[in-house]
C-alpha cells in the first residue's frame, strides 16, 4: 500500500532541468537507458535488498508538472517559454525493468533499468536514487540486525530521529519488509498496514508520585498490553515494582506481558530482571531492551547470554549509523541502438541494457549470478529484472507488505551464511556473460 504523499518533479537537482532543456533545445530525445546500481567502494556490505519500488512507481504515475511548478521555473529567468510548454505537456511513458522488492542483490547489479526519451528519464534521475537509495539502505541494515537477533523480535523506535517525516516513514516501511515485528510509528502504521507497538516513556513513571502507582495507572488502562518501563528510578527496584503489580493483575485474571529495560548495563540488569521475574512465578513475562541498538550490540548482547527477548530499534538503524549513505548511481548505458560506456577512474559503468541471472544449489542455496544482456536467452539461472512498467503502465498490482516481506524471508534462506557476516566482507561472486563482455570493448 502506497501512500497519497506525492514528492512531485521539483524534487530534483536544477541541472537534471538544466540538461533536459538542453537536449530539448538540441533536439535530442532519443530513448535512452538508464541503470541504476550500487557501489560498494568501502566493503562494509556484503549484500543488499531492494527497496522503495511501489513508492517510485507511485511517484511516476502521477508525474505532471503543475502550474505552480511552472510558475516557479519561469521566475528562475533560466528557460525557454517553449520548453517550459512542453513540460506542462510531459509525463513519464518509460519502461522500467526492476527487481522485486525484498530481493537480494549485490554491488553493481542493477536494481531497476530505465528506458525513456532522453528528457523524460533526466528528469527522474534524482527523484529514483532519492527513492530507492533510502529505501534500500534501512532494508539492508534492519536486516543485518534481524540476522544477529536470531529469531528475537525487533521494533522499530526510530521516528524521532529520522531525518523528516517521509524518511520516518520509509523507515519504518523498509524495517517491516526486513523481518522487524512492527513500529512505534502510528502514521507508518496507517499508511503501509506495518503492526504497530508502544507503551510508555519515562515521563509517564514521573507524573505519578510513585512507580507503582504509575504501573498501576497503566495496567488499568491497557490491561491486555502491558509492558512497564522499569529504569527511571532504579532497574531492580522497579523490576520488583513490576512484579508487584504484576501479581495483582494476575489475581484480577490479567496478565502483564513484560518489562522493558533502556539504559545501563543491559547484561547485568536483564540477568538480575529475570531473576526478580522468576522468583515472583512470572516466568512468562518478557525481557524487552532498547537503548542505540544495532547489529553489533544486538550481536554482543545474545553472545553474552543476556535472557533479552526482544529489542526496540531506532537511531543507530534509521540512519544506518555505520554506514550511513549508499553509493548509488544512475548511469547511461545505452541510447537509441548505441551502448553508452562510462570510463572515469574507479567508476566504470558497463554499458548496454542488462539481466540478472540467479544460479543456486540443488538446496536452493545461491551459488553466484550471471550479469547479461537484456536480450540474452540462458538454459540456466533465474532471471530477476521484472518489466514492471512499461509505456509508463504498471504492469501488476501493487505487491503487498506481507508479501515483499516474505520474499526477502526467503531470499535470506537461501543467502549462504558466509556472506551475512556483519564483521567480514566476503565477496559474492558475480560473473559477466560473454555477450556482456564482448559488448564492453
Known amino acids: 500500500m502506497t501512500s497519497s504523499y506525492l514528492a512531485g518533479p521539483l524534487l530534483t537537482d536544477l541541472y537534471e532541468i538544466t540538461m533536459a532543456a538542453g537536449y530539448w533545445r538540441h533536439n535530442r530525445n532519443d530513448k535512452a537507458t538508464f541503470s541504476v546500481f550500487v557501489r560498494n567502494p568501502d566493503h562494509k556490505r556484503n549484500y543488499f535488498v531492494a527497496a522503495g519500488l511501489a513508492t517510485l512507481l507511485a511517484e511516476l504515475e502521477a508525474y505532471r508538472f503543475r502550474q505552480e511548478d511552472i510558475h516557479y521555473l519561469q521566475q528562475l529567468k ?122 510508555m516513556a519515562h515521563a509517564f513513571v514521573t507524573a505519578f508520585a510513585s512507580e507503582p502507582d504509575a504501573f498501576r495507572a497503566y495496567a488499568a488502562t491497557f490491561p491486555q498490553d502491558t509492558i512497564f518501563l522499569i529504569d527511571t528510578y532504579d532497574t531492580l527496584a522497579g523490576a520488583r515494582n513490576a512484579a508487584t503489580v504484576a501479581l495483582e493483575m494476575q489475581a484480577r485474571g490479567q496478565r502483564a506481558l513484560g518489562v522493558r529495560l533502556d539504559s545501563g548495563d543491559m547484561v547485568a540488569l536483564s540477568r538480575g530482571v529475570r531473576r526478580i521475574l522468576d522468583e515472583a512465578g512470572l516466568t512468562e513475562m518478557k525481557i524487552y531492551a ?67 541471472f540467479r544460479h543456486d544449489d540443488l538446496h536452493g542455496v545461491f551459488q553466484e549470478d550471471i550479469l547479461a544482456c537484456r536480450e540474452e536467452k540462458r538454459a540456466a539461472g533465474e532471471p530477476l529484472l521484472e518489466p514492471v512498467m512499461l509505456n509508463g503502465q504498471r504492469q501488476s498490482p501493487e505487491a503487498s507488505l506481507v508479501d515483499i516481506r516474505k520474499r526477502f524471508a526467503k531470499q535470506f534462506g537461501c543467502l549462504d551464511p558466509r556472506y551475512k557476516t556483519i564483521d567480514s566482507h566476503r565477496t559474492y561472486p558475480v560473473r559477466l556473460s560473454a555477450r556482456l563482455k564482448a559488448l564492453q570493448k
Open 290 to 356: 532498547s537503548s542505540s541498538f544495532d547489529e553489533f550490540k544486538i550481536t554482543e548482547i545474545i553472545q553474552s547470554g543476556a535472557p533479552i527477548d526482544a529489542f526496540g530499534v531506532g537511531t543507530k538503524v534509521c540512519v544506518s549509523a555505520d554506514a550511513p549513505y549508499l553509493d548509488i548511481v544512475y548511469k547511461l548505458v545505452q541510447l537509441g541502438k548505441r551502448p553508452i560506456r562510462k570510463l572515469s577512474s574507479d567508476k566504470v559503468t558497463l554499458a548496454g541494457r542488462k539481466q540478472i
Open 78 to 199: 533560466l528557460f525557454d517559454a517553449n520548453f517550459l510548454d512542453a513540460l506542462r505537456r510531459l509525463h513519464f511513458t518509460g519502461d522500467i525493468h526492476a527487481l522485486p522488492e525484498g530481493t537480494l542483490f549485490f554491488p553493481d547489479e542493477p536494481i531497476l533499468e530505465i528506458s525513456a526519451p532522453l528528457i523524460e528519464a533526466q528528469l527522474i534521475e534524482t527523484l529514483v536514487l532519492n527513492t530507492i537509495g533510502i529505501a534500500t539502505l534501512i532494508a539492508t541494515k534492519a536486516a543485518r540486525c534481524v540476522h544477529a537477533a536470531a529469531g528475537r523480535p525487533l521494533v522499530d523506535f526510530a521516528l524521532r530521529r529520522t531525518h523528516g517525516s517521509e524518511a520516518g516513514d520509509q523507515v519504518a516501511r523498509s524495517t517491516y519488509i526486513a523481518g522487524f515485528s512492527s513500529t512505534s510509528n502510528v502514521r507508518a502504521g496507517q499508511r503501509f498496514g506495518i503492526p504497530v507497538a508502544g507503551t
